[in-house]
Protein backbone atom coordinates (compact mmCIF):
# COMPACT_ATOMS: atom_id res chain seq x y z
CA UNK A 1 0.00 0.00 0.00
CA UNK A 2 3.01 2.67 0.95
CA UNK A 3 5.33 2.55 -1.78
CA UNK A 4 9.03 4.45 -1.45
CA UNK A 5 10.92 5.29 -4.80
CA UNK A 6 14.77 6.44 -4.54
CA UNK A 7 16.11 8.22 -7.33
CA UNK A 8 19.39 10.12 -7.65
CA UNK A 9 21.90 7.72 -7.77
CA UNK A 10 24.37 6.91 -10.91
CA UNK A 11 28.32 6.74 -10.98
CA UNK A 12 30.43 9.50 -9.76
CA UNK A 13 34.33 10.17 -9.54
CA UNK A 14 35.41 10.38 -6.34
CA UNK A 15 35.23 13.85 -4.34
CA UNK A 16 32.23 13.83 -6.47
CA UNK A 17 28.60 15.16 -5.54
CA UNK A 18 25.22 13.21 -5.60
CA UNK A 19 21.78 14.52 -4.49
CA UNK A 20 19.61 11.32 -3.61
CA UNK A 21 15.36 11.78 -3.53
CA UNK A 22 12.75 9.77 -2.15
CA UNK A 23 9.24 10.28 -2.51
CA UNK A 24 6.26 8.31 -0.90
CA UNK A 25 3.28 7.55 -2.49
CA UNK A 26 -0.16 9.72 -1.57
CA UNK A 27 -0.73 12.69 0.90
CA UNK A 28 -2.87 10.64 3.30
CA UNK A 29 -0.40 10.02 5.94
CA UNK A 30 2.79 11.14 7.57
CA UNK A 31 5.88 9.06 9.08
CA UNK A 32 7.58 9.29 12.88
CA UNK A 33 10.84 9.60 10.62
CA UNK A 34 12.68 9.19 7.37
CA UNK A 35 16.23 8.05 6.55
CA UNK A 36 18.45 6.78 4.43
CA UNK A 37 20.45 3.22 4.80
CA UNK A 38 23.13 1.55 2.17
CA UNK A 39 24.36 -1.50 1.46
CA UNK A 40 27.38 -3.22 -0.54
CA UNK A 41 28.32 -5.96 -2.14
CA UNK A 42 28.35 -8.74 0.56
CA UNK A 43 27.99 -6.19 3.60
CA UNK A 44 24.80 -5.79 5.93
CA UNK A 45 23.00 -3.22 5.17
CA UNK A 46 23.57 0.16 7.35
CA UNK A 47 22.32 2.65 8.57
CA UNK A 48 23.51 6.59 6.82
CA UNK A 49 21.86 9.26 7.88
CA UNK A 50 17.65 9.95 9.45
CA UNK A 51 15.42 12.61 10.36
CA UNK A 52 12.51 13.18 12.36
CA UNK A 53 9.14 15.17 12.32
CA UNK A 54 10.65 17.94 13.95
CA UNK A 55 13.40 18.22 11.61
CA UNK A 56 16.35 16.91 14.37
CA UNK A 57 19.06 14.20 12.32
CA UNK A 58 21.25 11.93 12.77
CA UNK A 59 24.24 10.71 10.36
CA UNK A 60 26.48 7.72 11.01
CA UNK A 61 30.32 8.57 11.63
CA UNK A 62 31.46 7.96 7.39
CA UNK A 63 29.04 10.24 6.62
CA UNK A 64 29.39 13.31 9.24
CA UNK A 65 30.59 16.28 7.32
CA UNK A 66 30.12 14.96 3.93
CA UNK A 67 26.39 14.41 3.89
CA UNK A 68 23.25 16.45 4.63
CA UNK A 69 19.56 14.75 5.15
CA UNK A 70 16.37 16.99 4.75
CA UNK A 71 12.64 16.82 4.09
CA UNK A 72 10.93 18.30 0.95
CA UNK A 73 8.16 20.85 0.73
CA UNK A 74 5.97 17.83 0.69
CA UNK A 75 6.24 15.86 4.20
CA UNK A 76 6.39 12.70 2.43
CA UNK A 77 9.56 13.38 0.74
CA UNK A 78 13.21 13.36 1.88
CA UNK A 79 16.46 14.04 0.17
CA UNK A 80 20.14 13.34 0.72
CA UNK A 81 23.47 15.28 -0.41
CA UNK A 82 26.52 13.61 -0.49
CA UNK A 83 29.85 15.28 -1.03
CA UNK A 84 33.31 14.04 -1.08
CA UNK A 85 32.47 10.86 -2.38
CA UNK A 86 34.55 8.28 -1.13
CA UNK A 87 34.98 4.88 -3.39
CA UNK A 88 34.10 3.12 0.34
CA UNK A 89 30.27 4.72 -0.43
CA UNK A 90 29.64 2.60 -3.15
CA UNK A 91 26.51 0.97 -2.62
CA UNK A 92 22.60 0.60 -2.95
CA UNK A 93 21.28 3.09 -1.03
CA UNK A 94 17.76 2.56 0.03
CA UNK A 95 15.22 4.92 1.32
CA UNK A 96 13.56 4.37 4.94
CA UNK A 97 10.15 5.20 6.58
CA UNK A 98 8.97 4.42 10.05
CA UNK A 99 5.96 5.01 11.96
CA UNK A 100 3.11 5.88 9.48
CA UNK A 101 0.19 7.67 11.02
CA UNK A 102 -3.09 9.07 9.88
CA UNK A 103 -6.35 10.42 11.51
CA UNK A 104 -7.00 7.55 14.13
CA UNK A 105 -4.48 5.32 13.18
CA UNK A 106 -1.01 4.54 13.85
CA UNK A 107 1.49 1.69 12.31
CA UNK A 108 4.36 1.00 13.70
CA UNK A 109 6.41 -0.67 11.38
CA UNK A 110 9.09 0.41 8.39
CA UNK A 111 8.99 0.85 4.86
CA UNK A 112 11.45 0.55 2.20
CA UNK A 113 12.19 1.38 -1.10
CA UNK A 114 13.93 -0.98 -3.96
CA UNK A 115 17.01 1.21 -3.95
CA UNK A 116 19.37 3.02 -5.88
CA UNK A 117 22.71 2.63 -7.10
CA UNK A 118 25.57 5.16 -5.89
CA UNK A 119 28.85 3.70 -7.54
CA UNK A 120 31.90 5.89 -7.15
CA UNK A 121 34.52 5.09 -9.04
CA UNK A 122 37.38 7.01 -11.43
Known amino acids: QVQLVETGGGLVQPGGSLRLSCAAS????????MGWYRQAPDLKRELVAIISRGDSTYYTDSAKGRFSIARGSTENTVYLQMNSLKLEDTAVYFC????????????????WGNGTLVTVSS
Open 26 to 33: GNLFRFNT
Open 96 to 111: NARGLRTVGVYYDMDF
